[in-house]
């Protein structure tokens, strides 16, 4: 074990352990797809897609890893720690890049089942509608639940829902979200590894990763950016209610609230790209702060970039 706690959703930690070791990569897929009562992979090929730049109107930071099976079938694991609004949307955005991959001349029967597995560090679904920390999403129809096609799987681990119990009677996805969970004592984490071949040898994977003096700089660095991109986060929208406040003083009350809430949006994306923020977050940010829906959300960061 390292010598100190270290941070598993850190993008350093998670591509050392599962990008590069496909026997445990398979365990943690395996465990949602036992979970939801799929057939279980043998194997998986990792596909040459990790990606660190220019995704959402290029200029977005994200960490994956796809991997393909022997049936065809396509597997995208994202950890995803930063709370984003449009989550859902963006996740669906990347399930379609990897399925839509037919060649000249193809049948669109030979479209593979693609399966999207988001690992998230925070709730993306509120506590009192959604209290499972688990969900799997495909394409039904609204009136009999009849599925349209198997193709499609989407699913969310909110690891801030995990709620710890004891070993012996956690499944095998329980484990995996007590792996990644910060909150989960040494001492139950052993235990878990013990009776869980694939943690232990994440964690053996882990011990050897924080010896290196190059993995570890990248992890340091990996947190550092996480930090300073919380900070820039926060800094912005102070900025922004600052505005608003200041705009709603001026114009008087009904109509400076709907001008005041105008000119905080426009200050927050105006401080969050001299951060060098890239649109994405921003668009998801001002949809949180200011309740807005995707569309208009997108419209002021187009118009005010």
């Not at 994956?64 to 720690?81: H, P, Y």
């Not at 991109?229 to 505005?243: F, M, P, V």
């Amino acid at each position: 074990m390292a010598g100190f706690r270290i941070n598993r959703t850190n993008d350093a930690v998670f591509k050392a352990v599962f990008a590069k070791h496909p026997q445990i990569t398979r365990a943690l897929i395996n465990a949602f797809f036992e979970f939801q009562g799929t057939e279980l992979i043998e194997d998986i090929e990792f596909i040459d897609r990790e990606m660190d730049a220019d995704e959402y109107e290029g200029k977005e930071s994200r960490l994956d890893i796809l991997g393909r099976t022997a049936s065809g079938t396509k597997v995208n694991i994202e950890m995803q720690v930063n709370s984003l609004a449009a989550m859902g949307e963006r996740s669906v955005y990347y399930w379609a890049k990897n399925y839509a991959d037919l060649k000249r001349g193809e049948e669109y029967d030979q479209l593979n089942r693609t399966v999207a597995i988001n690992i998230l560090g925070f709730n993306l679904f509120e506590d009192k509608k959604y209290p499972d920390m688990h969900s799997c999403f495909g394409i039904y129809d609204v009136k009999t639940g009849c599925q349209l096609t198997d193709k499609l799987e989407i699913h969310f681990l909110e690891l801030l829902k995990f709620k710890s119990k004891n070993v012996k009677d956690m499944n095998r996805m329980e484990k995996w979200a007590a792996y990644f969970s910060p909150s989960t004592p040494d001492e139950e984490l052993a235990e878990i590894a013990a009776s869980e071949t694939a943690i232990q040898e994440a964690m053996e994977v882990e011990d050897v990763f924080t010896k290196d003096e190059v993995a570890k700089r990248a992890y340091e660095k990996a947190e550092k950016f996480r930090r300073d991109q919380a900070a820039q986060l926060r800094y912005a929208e102070e900025e922004g209610r600052k505005e608003g406040r200041k705009e709603g003083r001026k114009e008087g009350r009904k109509e400076g609230q709907k001008e005041g809430e105008k000119k905080g949006i426009i200050a927050m994306i105006i401080t969050l790209k001299e951060l060098n923020v890239d649109k994405a977050t921003i668009i998801d940010k001002i949809m949180t702060r200011f309740n807005l829906n995707l569309n208009v959300a997108q419209e002021y960061v187009e118009a005010n970039w």
